[in-house]
């Protein structure tokens, strides 16, 4: 008997859409909120949020 696979859902906490779980997040689905790069790009949550510092002059010589 083949049993149906179950893929874990979540909601994207950009566009509220639910997304299942891919591949490429098996190591840390736990950590994912977003359904694709671009929601990811383009968090609008008002929420604790991270600031990405791309700017900032690195020291790696
Ligand atoms: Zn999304």
């Known amino acids: 008997m083949h049993k149906k696979p ?3 859902e979540k909601i994207c906490v ?3 859409r639910p997304f299942a779980w891919r591949k ?3 190591k840390n689905w736990d950590e994912v909120k977003y359904c694709s790069e ?6 609008n949550n008002q929420n604790g ?3 990405i510092r791309e ?3 690195s ?3």
């Open 6 to 8: 179950f893929l874990p």
């Open 38 to 43: 671009r929601c990811r790009r383009n968090k």
């Open 49 to 51: 949020d991270i600031q």
């Open 24 to 26: 490429k997040w098996e």
């Open 55 to 57: 700017n900032a002059s």
């Open 59 to 61: 020291k790696n010589g």
């Open 14 to 16: 950009a566009c509220s």
